[in-house]
């Protein structure tokens, strides 16, 4: 198993970037591609990004390619989330996953689930 553990969360203004980390406990982390997703209020739970095993590959949502940059440092069991010109339709609760697929896209494929991390994005 492996227990996820965001942070970085919190209050940002429009226009401001965000950094999200995401650490990893338990399983070998390099048996995982990780990702992230966003659940705002009454929405369904939207895929951000993944990047594969060993870092060398990403693949971004639509709606956040050229403005999100997801990486991991497999070293310190970490992923992380870099977001630029925040909006205030950013505002959700941010979440990491992991994977063992090669790469996913759907929440349904990946197995273990932080508690998330709410960003507000203030106006």
């Known amino acids: 198993q492996v227990q996820l553990i965001e942070s970085g969360g919190g209050l940002v203004q429009v226009g401001d970037s965000l950094s999200l980390s995401c650490a990893a406990s338990?399983?070998?982390?390099?048996?995982?591609?990780m990702g992230w997703f966003r659940q705002a209020p009454g929405k369904e739970r939207e895929f951000i990004g993944v990047?594969?095993?060993?870092?060398?590959?990403?693949r971004y949502g639509d709606d956040f390619e050229g403005r999100v940059t997801i990486s991991r440092d497999n070293a310190k069991n970490t992923a992380s989330l870099q977001m630029n010109s925040l909006k205030a339709e950013d505002t959700a609760v941010y979440y990491c996953?992991?994977?063992?697929?090669?790469?996913?896209?759907?929440?349904?494929?990946?197995?273990?689930w932080g508690r998330g991390t709410q960003v507000t994005v203030s106006p």
């Open positions: 338990g399983d070998i982390f390099t048996n995982y591609a």
């Open positions: 990047v594969s095993r060993p870092g060398d590959a990403t």
């Open positions: 996953a992991a994977t063992t697929f090669v790469i996913a896209v759907s929440p349904g494929n990946y197995e273990y």
